[in-house]
């Protein structure tokens, strides 16, 4: 691990505490700052619980459910999308607040209702947890390859769920 390397993860660890308030620590980066499309890019590395997660950063506005395609196309199965700090039903209020917008007479909203409405929610920058890589392989957007992914790296990782 050079320094750069060390910096990057140190960079990692602060931003997820500022903007996520978790406290994770970086023990291994599976994969650093690879394309997930046209101007956002993502970290994927195992905590020191060994833990797998998913940073994805950058200048675009995504949406959750923009987050959501691209963490199947890189290959993984979400265990969970972290809110912002101090905000744990945030998907669920702007899920509201977007329902609210569309259908303002309503006053009776089920969850059901809501299931489109909070993959509306800005989220960038995104924190994932991951429960499993599913083929073993790691992919990166490259539009130049068919498909416009191609793999950036093996990987294999599953979650156990103890009690």
Known sequence: MN????????????????????????????????????SAKATLFLSKKKQLYCYIYGPAKLLLSDVKKIVGRIGLKAEMYMPPKGRPNYFDEIGREKFKEVFPGRKDV?????????????????????????????????????????PATKFTYRRIKTS
């Open 3 to 38: 320094t750069g390397d060390m910096f990057d993860d140190f960079t990692i660890e602060r931003e997820i505490k500022e903007k996520f308030g978790v406290s994770v620590d970086v023990d291994k980066a599976i994969v650093r700052h690879i394309d997930v499309g046209q």
């Open 110 to 150: 089920h969850e059901s209702d809501l299931v489109f409405y909070r993959t509306l929610a800005p989220y960038t920058p995104a924190l994932i947890l991951i429960e499993e890589v599913r083929d073993g392989t790691l992919y990166q957007a490259d539009h130049d390859a068919r498909g416009g992914w191609r």
